[in-house]
């Protein structure tokens, strides 16, 4: 009944933006961490961004200054904003979301990265 719902991902040039939601719905009442993490082929999944029900936000090295995490409580979304877009940042990203009782992973939404 718990639905994770993700959107945003596409195909981007070098250089460019996209921004990444993940709406949660269904029977959650607490959530405490909303992330994304990303894997790309051949590569183990990697945390790219999370966030904490009070702000508390962690980024990968690698997309530290270009990436931005956010949440919207009201909305049980959380969203990437990812700038300055560069291949190695191809991946399947996944939203994850942490509650008291469980882990709940969205489906994964493909992002490209290429000239």
């Known amino acids: 009944q718990v639905q994770v719902v993700e959107s945003g991902g596409g195909l981007v040039q070098p250089g460019g933006s996209l921004r990444l939601s993940c709406a949660v719905s269904?029977?959650?009442?607490?959530?405490?961490?909303m992330g994304w993490y990303r894997q790309a082929p051949g590569n183990q999944r990697e945390l790219a961004g999370i966030i904490s029900g009070l702000g508390r936000i962690n980024y990968a090295s690698s997309v530290k200054g270009r990436f931005t995490i956010s949440r919207d409580n009201a909305k049980n979304t959380v969203y990437l904003q990812m700038n300055n877009l560069k291949s190695e940042d191809t991946a399947v990203y996944y939203c994850y979301i942490r509650t008291p009782g469980n882990d709940y992973w969205g489906q994964g939404t493909q992002v490209t990265v290429s000239s």
């Open positions: 269904g029977s959650i009442f607490t959530i405490n961490d």
